[in-house]
């Protein structure tokens, strides 16, 4: 079964960057797309960014140009580079496998859980 942990979450002045790590465990992820997930406080989840197994790669809109997702099949790693960061983007981010199909057909970041992980907080702020 594919289990996530995501790391890398922080403190971070608004305008500047950080770096999110979710490490996956029980499959090898290079057959899989993956994708990020934003939880803002008192809000949805909303996807931020997904990557399929051939590396193509979708945004969200409010994201584009500033985030980078990327993944290393060999470490079994999925990363989030967040660059030029807003208080907008303050919250718990989650990594999740994402179903495929909906990725390449309809470029959305289609979530498949039975249960989230814990994520890793990004706080932004002065």
């Known amino acids: 079964q594919l289990q996530f942990v995501e790391s890398g979450g922080g403190l971070v002045q608004p305008g500047g960057s950080l770096g999110l790590s979710c490490e996956a465990s029980?499959?090898?992820?290079?057959?899989?797309?993956i994708g990020w997930f934003h939880q803002a406080p008192g809000k949805e989840r909303e996807e931020v960014s997904c990557?399929?197994?051939?590396?193509?790669?979708i945004y969200a809109d409010s994201v584009k140009g500033r985030f980078t997702i990327s993944r290393d099949n060999v470490k079994n790693m999925v990363y989030l580079r967040m660059a030029s960061l807003l208080p907008d983007d303050a919250g718990v981010y989650y990594c999740?496998?994402?179903?495929?199909?909906?990725?390449?057909?309809?470029?959305?970041?289609?979530?498949?859980?039975?249960?989230w992980g814990q994520g890793t907080q990004v706080t932004v702020s002065t």
């Open positions: 990557i399929v197994s051939d590396g193509g790669t």
């Open positions: 029980g499959v090898a992820i290079r057959d899989y797309s």
């Open positions: 999740a496998q994402v179903n495929p199909i909906r990725a390449i057909v309809s470029n959305k970041c289609d979530p498949i859980v039975d249960n």
